[in-house]
T-cell receptor, first 113, second 113 residues
Framework: AQSVSQHNHHVILSEAASLELGCNYS??????LFWYVQYPGQHLQLLLK??????LVKGIKGFEAEFIKSKFSFNLRKPSVQWSDTAEYFC???????????FGAGTRLFVKA | NAGVTQTPKFQVLKTGQSMTLQCAQD?????MYWYRQDPGMGLRLIYY???????DKGEVPNGYNVSRLNKREFSLRLESAAPSQTSVYFC????????????FGQGTRLTVV
C-alpha cells in the first residue's frame, strides 16, 4: 500500500534552533515528493517539491529537503527556526503514473519565542 | 485570482441532516479532490475527479457523494450526517501531472451533533 510516515507528531523548539522533520514513503516506483505547510487557521500551501534532478531542494522561507532514494526518505530541514514557523507540516507524494496526492499524518511544530 | 474557493467555512448539522459543500477553482485544472482532515490522521482522500465527468472513490468515501458539475466545480454531499463526519474538509485542485502540486481551499469546519 502507498503511504507516508512522518516520524514526529509534535515538535517543540526554541527560536534559532535547527529543525529536521522526518518523512518516509512507501512505494516501489518513481515518486514526486512534496512538503506542505498549514499555518494556524489557514489552508495548506506548498513549501517545496522534488520531482527530478538535484536531490537537495530549496523552498520558501529558508526550508530545504533532501531526497534519499535508497532510504525512501524526504526529510525537511531548516537551520534556524523562527516563531512564525509555528505550523503543521505535511509530507506527501504522487507516483509518476497517477495524480492522487498521498499525505502523511502531519507534524505540529511549535516554536517558542 | 481566487484559486480554490469553498463554501461554507463553518457548518453545524444535526445527525441525519444533509448538506452540500461547494468548491470552485479558477485555474483551469482538470483534477479536483475532496479531503478530510482529522487530528493525528493527516489528510485523507474522500473522492477525486480526474476530469470533468469522472469521479472516483478515495480512501474514505463511505457516507459521501460527489458531483463534478463542470470543469470548475466539484461538490461534496453528505446525505445523512453522522457525528463521525465531524471534521475539516478541504477541496483541492491540480493539473493532471504528477510533478505538480495541489492547491487548496480555505476549508470547511463541519460539526455534526
Amino acid at each position: 500500500a502507498q503511504s507516508v510516515s512522518q516520524h514526529n507528531h509534535h515538535v517543540i523548539l526554541s527560536e534559532a534552533a535547527s529543525l529536521e522533520l522526518g518523512c518516509n514513503y512507501s512505494y516501489g516506483g518513481t515518486v514526486n515528493l512534496f512538503w506542505y505547510v498549514q499555518y494556524p487557521g489557514q489552508h495548506l500551501q506548498l513549501l517545496l517539491k522534488y520531482f527530478s534532478g538535484d536531490p537537495l531542494v530549496k523552498g520558501i522561507k529558508g526550508f530545504e529537503a533532501e531526497f534519499i532514494k535508497s532510504k525512501f526518505s524526504f526529510n525537511l530541514r531548516k537551520p534556524s527556526v523562527q516563531w512564525s514557523d509555528t505550523a503543521e507540516y505535511f509530507c506527501a507524494f504522487k507516483n509518476t503514473g497517477g495524480f492522487k496526492t498521498i499525505f502523511g499524518a502531519g507534524t505540529r511544530l511549535f516554536v517558542k519565542a | 485570482n481566487a484559486g480554490v474557493t469553498q463554501t461554507p467555512k463553518f457548518q453545524v448539522l444535526k445527525t441525519g441532516q444533509s448538506m452540500t459543500l461547494q468548491c470552485a477553482q479558477d485555474m483551469n485544472h482538470n483534477s479536483m479532490y475532496w479531503y478530510r482532515q482529522d487530528p493525528g490522521m493527516g489528510l485523507r482522500l474522500i473522492y477525486y475527479s480526474a476530469s470533468e465527468g469522472t469521479t472516483d472513490k478515495g480512501e474514505v468515501p463511505n457516507g459521501y457523494n460527489v458531483s463534478r458539475l463542470n470543469k470548475r466545480e466539484f461538490s461534496l454531499r453528505l446525505e445523512s450526517a453522522a457525528p463521525s463526519q465531524t471534521s475539516v474538509y478541504f477541496c483541492a485542485s491540480s493539473l493532471d501531472r504528477a510533478d505538480t502540486e495541489a492547491f487548496f481551499g480555505q476549508g470547511t469546519r463541519l460539526t455534526v451533533v
